[in-house]
């Protein structure tokens, strides 16, 4: 006999339902970096991941001018870790209760 969480479907369906989901998800991240940005010193965006910095704004401490962390920060928003700070301003959908009987 199977449970009745076995017989669950987790696939979307063809009619989608009136309401509302409780926990609707979050949409896609389009913060990403870009694959084909070199820096002026011939580094990508992973050599910035790799570096693990709070921020790419410390990038002046190993030689770097503030035009070119600028670049990196528009090329590379993922490794710079500038996602986080783009999402948390995101404000999420408001979940409303269905009507009571």
Same mark, same amino acid.
């Given at each position: 006999?199977? @449970? /009745?969480?076995?017989?669950? %479907?987790?696939?979307?369906?063809?009619? /989608? @339902?009136?309401?509302?989901?409780? &926990?609707? @998800?979050?949409? #896609? %991240?389009?913060?990403? *970096? *870009?694959?084909? &940005?070199? %820096?002026?010193?011939?580094?990508?965006?992973? !050599? !910035?991941?790799?570096?693990?910095?709070?921020?790419?704004?410390?990038?002046?401490?190993?030689? &770097?001018? *503030?035009? *070119?962390?600028?670049? &990196?920060?528009?090329?590379? #928003?993922?490794?710079?870790?500038?996602?986080?700070?783009?999402?948390?301003?995101?404000?999420?959908?408001?979940? %409303?209760?269905? #009507?009571? #009987?």
């Amino acid at each position: 006999r199977l @449970s /009745p969480i076995a017989s669950l %479907s987790l696939s979307s369906s063809a009619s /989608p @339902s009136a309401s509302p989901s409780s &926990f609707p @998800s979050m949409a #896609p %991240s389009s913060c990403r *970096d *870009d694959a084909e &940005f070199v %820096s002026v010193m011939g580094h990508g965006c992973l !050599f !910035f991941q790799k570096l693990n910095l709070e921020s790419c704004a410390h990038l002046n401490v190993l030689g &770097f001018q *503030d035009p *070119d962390v600028l670049e &990196f920060e528009r090329h590379c #928003p993922r490794s710079c870790r500038r996602c986080a700070a783009a999402a948390a301003t995101a404000t999420a959908p408001e979940i %409303s209760s269905p #009507p009571a #009987p």
